[in-house]
């Protein structure tokens, strides 16, 4: 599973699930089959972490879920405070307070019946929170995924623009489906010039004479995680930039990690078949693991 990588937590099975603002017992919460995210993938999501009682970086999902949104023609009916508040009760509601992750779903809302017109809808748009007690395996920190080059490519912004957190992920499972078939744990998705874009779950970075490169961001979602780590390298003196670069560049490149929400840092240990940085995690990660914690730490003090 790489980056996403857990254990099963038993109180999983009684969590409380918000639809609409309705609490439901996991098993009970359910939407239809004319929900235009059921019918379509139409809608957008985000994925939150719960630290110590508080949500990580909440003020960027919530720009990045309103620029999805926006960006599809969305109008989610709420503001970002009473989002939040949802999401807040549904924590509250479970008891919840350290190693949860959360993923928001909305939905454009009910269709009167199968098409795919955006004007045509019959109610306002869903809202989902589902909690998880969820914790990523801490070893993957250490021992690192295996990545493969996949033949799946990232597309233009004018065919389905993946900056989008869009509930159409048919283009990244794909990518995954690949990835599996050529024995990696993820895959690395090229642009459509064949520049390095990103993976199927998460963001890439290559490390070269000590600086960090990662893409452009033309082709892949706005990552918060990815954009902290590019803060965490400017505010500590370390060289990094949004570039094009190919796979022949990672090829010869010191190291390589990927981000993510969920599991943060995880260093790339092999690339294609080949070991990178000897097969562990390099010094670059490591020191940015660290200060990436350190962050968490000072974002949820609780």
Known sequence: ?????????????????????????????KVSVFD????????????F???????AFADEH???LFRGAESISMDIGRTR????DEVN???????MHDGVHVRLVVTRGLKPTPYQAPWVISSPPTLVVMPEYKTANEQRAVEGIRLVTVDVRRGEQNVQDPRINSLSKHNCIAACVDAAAKGGEEGLMLDPAGN?????S???FIVRDGEVWTSTGEHCLDGITRRKVLDLCLANGIPAYERDFTTNEISTADEAFVTGTFAGLTPVVEFDGEPMSQGQRGPMCERLQSLYIELLRSECRG
């Open 1 to 29: 599973m790489g980056t996403h990588e857990y254990e099963g937590d038993p109180r999983n099975e009684s969590v409380l699930i918000s639809v609409n603002g309705e609490l439901l017992p996991r098993p009970e919460a």
């Open 36 to 47: 235009a995210g059921f019918l379509l993938g139409d809608g957008v999501w985000e994925s």
């Open 49 to 55: 972490r719960l630290h110590n009682g508080t949500i």
């Open 62 to 64: 919530m720009d990045r």
């Open 81 to 84: 405070e009473q989002i939040l």
């Open 89 to 95: 009760s549904v924590i509250e509601a479970n008891g």
């Open 196 to 200: 390095v874009a990103t993976c199927n």
């Open 202 to 204: 998460t963001h890439f």
